[in-house]
């Protein structure tokens, strides 16, 4: 079985949500949030609550038995970008790309 859980439009850059999640993918859910708990990234806590959300939606929705799932598949992908202007010297502007992602978390059980 199953269970999803995601979060959109999150303002951190793609790239480095997915340094976080490749250490917890394919580990059991426990393994993986005590794991999160421990790394100094923005994305870790992110990552956490949204696979937090997983397990209380297999929990409430399909009564599963939290200790035997374990994390399948989570994927960060790119979300739109804010473009902004910074003011340079000699009356330039340079871009800014203002990066967002859309994370999905999968649980599965064992």
């Given at each position: 079985?199953?269970?999803?859980?995601?979060?959109?439009?999150?303002?951190?850059?793609?790239?480095?949500?997915?340094?976080?999640?490749?250490?917890?993918?394919?580990?059991?859910?426990?393994?993986?949030?005590?794991?999160?708990?421990?790394?100094?990234q923005k994305a870790a806590r992110i990552v956490e609550k949204i696979i937090q959300s997983a397990v209380a939606?297999?929990?409430?929705?399909h009564g599963v038995d939290?200790?035997?799932?374990?994390?399948?598949?989570?994927?960060?992908d790119t979300g739109p970008t804010l473009k902004r202007f910074r003011p340079r010297a000699r009356g330039r502007g340079v871009r800014i790309l203002k990066r967002t992602t859309h994370i999905t978390v999968l649980l599965e059980k064992c």
């Open positions: 079985m199953l269970v999803k859980a995601a979060v959109k439009y999150v303002r951190i850059s793609p790239l480095k949500v997915r340094k976080v999640i490749a250490a917890v993918k394919g580990k059991p859910v426990e393994k993986g949030i005590n794991a999160l708990k421990f790394m100094p939606n297999a929990d409430v929705n939290i200790d035997s799932l374990y994390i399948s598949n989570i994927t960060a």
